[in-house]
């Protein structure tokens, strides 16, 4: 790596942890970056999980530390979102480079849709019935498979459901960084095994997310939905123009 890729590689890991920490969809830079520096799709998708874990864990932890928690509300959820994992980050890390790079392609584009309607947070006399066990259990499932796979928006997905479930936005962001910190352990240690990880990029990475994720967690606590609302609409807004190929 050149020293202008490092420095490009620790900005965009940055970006991607207040990104991933307020609302969700980092990845969806840090990812093509990594392929842009020469690493495969498959490697490219290895590495960026170490820096996922350790954003993960340092936005829990914020969290926590603002006295917001999500150790406790995940349980209920966790699971499933494991089993789900683990079979994901299995099957994805036996696809070959051309094929991840091209699915990887179509989940930006299926991505679209869910950015396009972001999370409302929950209003007093919302009286939507609450989810069945099996809605639950097959709902995070779901969102499992797809964070063990791609991990790219997975935190949209996440807090899309959440707040279905009746979680205001900001308990929803932090039960999402314990979420994707426990079943990114399981996807790390598949990666690792197949050898699609390369630690120098991975390490810069985490440096950058690592710091974006504390910041976005003190921010998210600090403002509340008056930040995380308007977080979200700039996460569409470039979602929606990198799908549309305006830049």
Do not use: C
């Not at 991933?20 to 799709?41: C, D, E, F, K, Q």
């Not at 150790?71 to 980050?89: D, N, S």
């Not at 679209?112 to 409302?120: G, Q």
Request: hydrophobic share 55%; net charge positive.
């Amino acid at each position: 790596m050149t020293a202008l890729e490092a420095a490009l590689v620790v900005i965009a890991g940055f970006v991607s942890g207040v990104v991933n920490t307020i609302a969700g969809g980092g990845s969806l830079l840090t990812v093509p970056l990594l392929v842009m520096i020469g690493l495969p799709g498959t490697v490219a998708n290895g590495t960026n999980r170490i820096a996922v874990l350790v954003q993960s864990i340092v936005g829990a932890w914020r969290f926590r530390a603002e006295g917001v928690s999500g150790f406790r509300p995940v349980l209920p959820v966790l699971l499933p979102m494991l089993v789900g994992a683990g079979i994901g980050a299995y099957g994805v890390a036996h696809l070959d480079d051309t094929s991840f790079e091209r699915l990887f392609g179509v989940v930006m584009l299926l991505l679209l849709l869910p950015a396009l309607f972001p999370p409302r947070d929950t209003a007093v006399g919302d009286e939507r019935p609450p989810m069945s066990p099996l809605t639950s259990t097959l709902t995070f499932f779901a969102i499992g498979l797809y964070g063990g796979s791609f991990q790219a928006g997975v935190g949209l997905f996440l807090v899309l459901a959440l707040a279905r479930m009746g979680h205001g936005l900001v308990l929803a962001n932090s039960i999402k960084m314990v979420a994707v910190g426990a079943f990114t352990v399981i996807a790390v240690g598949i990666f690792v095994y197949e050898g699609q990880v390369v630690w120098i990029p991975a390490l810069l990475l985490s440096a950058g997310t690592s710091l974006g994720a504390a910041l976005g967690a003190r921010i998210a606590v600090r403002g509340g939905e008056r930040v995380i609302r308007p977080a979200l609409a700039l996460a569409v807004v470039a979602l929606a123009g990198k799908m549309l190929g305006i830049y």
